[in-house]
């Protein structure tokens, strides 16, 4: 197999990830990284993910198959001046962002579109920075990629086959549709999210009962107002055209919505949730992508000292190895439900055999 050097601009959530699906993947090929933490730097050489950590964007980048930007987007930008200089007509540059017109214009001013593939992995977390960094955040989740207009189609291509062979599923998209789509399943939501967080905040009771009381409905749909604030303030700025027009007709849905409510209409009002929950119910139960499959088991635990520690002796002592573990707090099951994931179908469905063996409550998903 042909050996790369691949380089790192931000070695973050995504750059970490993706570097260590590539250490992962293809353990011969060589990572170098500058990242503008110093520590950051430090923890991925001494955990084997990168070989090389540059103090600058240097001659090291020279000879780079591949150069990731992973940087919050608008610090991405400026580096394309800098790298102009160093890579060879080969490399394909590329990057992470959440937007992606406002890097194709800086692109294209540059003269830099034979070179570039824009890619955004449709994934992520509310955590951020390189300790949270895994390379199954990667995994199975769609990775959209917007080459350039003047990439040669044997270079997309290739590229396209190296996000696979990083286990994510590639989808090319066009820059500006990209930038509208994601402003729309992921920018609005996320700026939902952060709102209603702030408007309890905002209107709780002086004794804070409102944030001692809200439950799982709050919680699922804010768990991404706890998302690096630098980062989504500059998804804002980039996307903004398409943000706005967005925003304003979302809250002409919600102004209809509110119409429904002051009317009293019965109509209204229930076709609001049952068209909602058809479309909601038509979705793959998955956080990362549609194909993506996660075995997963969910039960009751009795809640009481051990009760994790019982379940995961029982599941061990039959060889049955654990990928996740941990409690959900999500109203579709009772309160406090304990998801194990495992490896495969299989370990899955003999845990499930064996949990109901020993009369825990096990639930179907
Ligand atoms: N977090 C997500 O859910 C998610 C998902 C998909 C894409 N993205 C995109 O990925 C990019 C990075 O996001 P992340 O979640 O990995 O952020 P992160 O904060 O985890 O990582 C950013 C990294 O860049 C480094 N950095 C910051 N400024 C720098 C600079 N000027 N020069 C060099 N390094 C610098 C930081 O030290 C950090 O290691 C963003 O463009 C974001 O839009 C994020
Ligand atoms: O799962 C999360 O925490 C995310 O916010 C991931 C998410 C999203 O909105 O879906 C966030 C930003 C990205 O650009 C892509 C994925």
């Excluded at 995994?139 to 696979?164: C, G, H, M």
């Excluded at 066009?174 to 992921?186: A, L």
């Excluded at 998302?227 to 903004?240: A, D, E, G, V």
């Excluded at 009481?304 to 002796?313: D, L, P």
């Amino acid at each position: 197999m042909m050996t790369k050097k691949i380089g790192f601009i931000g070695l973050g959530l995504i750059g970490g990830s993706i570097a260590k699906a590539i250490r992962q993947y293809h353990p011969d090929y060589e990572l170098l990284a500058f990242d503008k933490s110093k520590e950051t730097l430090a923890l991925a050489v001494q955990e084997g993910t990168i070989q090389t950590s540059c103090s600058t964007i240097d001659g090291n980048f020279e000879g780079c198959s591949y150069i990731f930007l992973c940087a919050p987007i608008a610090y991405n930008t400026p580096y394309l001046t800098q790298l102009k200089d160093f890579i060879h007509p080969d490399c394909i540059l590329t990057d992470v962002g959440s937007v992606k017109t406002s890097i194709h214009e800086e692109v294209i001013r540059l003269g830099m579109e034979e070179n570039f593939i824009g890619g955004h992995p449709m994934a992520g977390s509310e955590k951020s920075g390189y300790p949270n960094s895994k390379p199954v955040l990667i995994e199975n989740a769609y990775y959209i990629l917007t080459p350039s207009a003047k990439v040669p189609d044997k270079k997309v291509y290739e590229y396209r086959n190296f996000v696979e062979s990083l286990k994510s599923l590639p989808i090319i998209l066009d820059y500006k549709e990209h930038d509208y789509i994601t402003g729309t399943i992921s920018h609005l939501p996320h700026i939902i999210a952060s709102s209603l967080v702030n408007f309890v905040r905002e209107t709780d009771t002086k004794d804070e009962l409102m944030k001692n009381l809200a439950a799982g409905g709050f919680k699922d749909i804010t768990r991404i107002a706890s998302s690096s604030p630098i980062m989504w303030q500059q998804i804002c700025l980039k996307n903004q055209e398409n943000i706005s027009r967005i925003l304003g007709d979302y809250i002409e849905v919600l102004k209809k919505a509110r119409e429904s409510i002051d009317e009293g209409s019965e109509k209204n009002l229930f076709t609001l949730f049952e068209s909602s929950k058809d479309y909601r119910d038509s979705m793959p139960n998955s956080s990362a992508g549609p194909i993506k499959k996660s075995f997963a088991v969910y039960c009751d635990i009795i809640d009481e000292a051990g009760g994790i520690a019982t379940i995961a002796t029982i599941l061990a002592s039959n060889n049955i190895s654990i990928k996740n573990i941990g409690i959900v707090h999500n109203r579709e099951f009772e309160e406090g439900v304990l998801r194990i994931e495992f490896y495969n179908e299989s370990a899955a469905a003999k845990a499930a055999e064996l949990l109901q063996k020993y009369r825990y409550i096990v639930y179907e998903v």
